[in-house]
């Protein structure tokens, strides 16, 4: 019995032991990108690719920086609360939740609730009109059966050769 419990505990430890070393390619290739961004970001700034005064920004673009901004702060949090809870020993009840704290994380939730709700909208609407499109559609088949049907009580019956 020992032996087996001896077993199990090594087996539960060789799994942490590869979660970590995946956890470490993933954070290796994560600084990587983090690098990149970086570079981008210098770049465009060098560059002066963001005009001062303009008034047109690409909605599209907005919303892609947004989520990544989001995405970026909620990933930063989350490892940084488990690097934290590390360091002090883990609660008993193991809830790694981060709290929103800064103003920007609660303008940056504020403004994702606002496009879930805009989405939201939009795929109600979308939904009605896929609906009343059915409904016509149905209505059309329904109309071309019938016409169908009149259409053929009108030929003659007797197609016999005189």
């Given at each position: 019995m020992f032996l087996f419990l001896q077993l199990k505990r090594?087996?539960?430890i060789e799994q942490e032991r590869d979660i970590l070393i995946q956890g470490l390619e993933v954070i290796e290739r994560t600084k990587e990108w983090y690098q990149k961004e970086l570079n981008l970001i210098s770049r465009q700034m060098k560059n002066r690719m963001i005009l001062e005064g303009s008034d047109t920004i690409n909605p599209a673009r907005q919303e892609k920086a947004a989520y990544k901004r989001a995405r970026i702060q909620d990933i930063n949090l989350q490892l940084t609360t488990l690097v934290q809870?590390?360091?002090?020993g883990f609660p008993d009840h193991m809830n790694l939740a981060v709290e929103l704290k800064s103003p920007s994380d609660r303008g940056t939730m504020n403004q994702l609730r606002?496009?879930?709700r805009q989405l939201t909208n939009e795929v109600s609407q979308k939904s009605e009109m896929i609906t009343k499109l059915n409904q016509e559609k149905s209505a059309l088949i329904r109309e071309?059966?019938?016409a169908r049907g009149r259409s053929q009580q009108k030929l003659p019956t007797n197609t016999t050769f005189l």
């Open positions: 090594m087996k539960a809870s590390s360091e002090m606002q496009q879930n071309l059966f019938e």
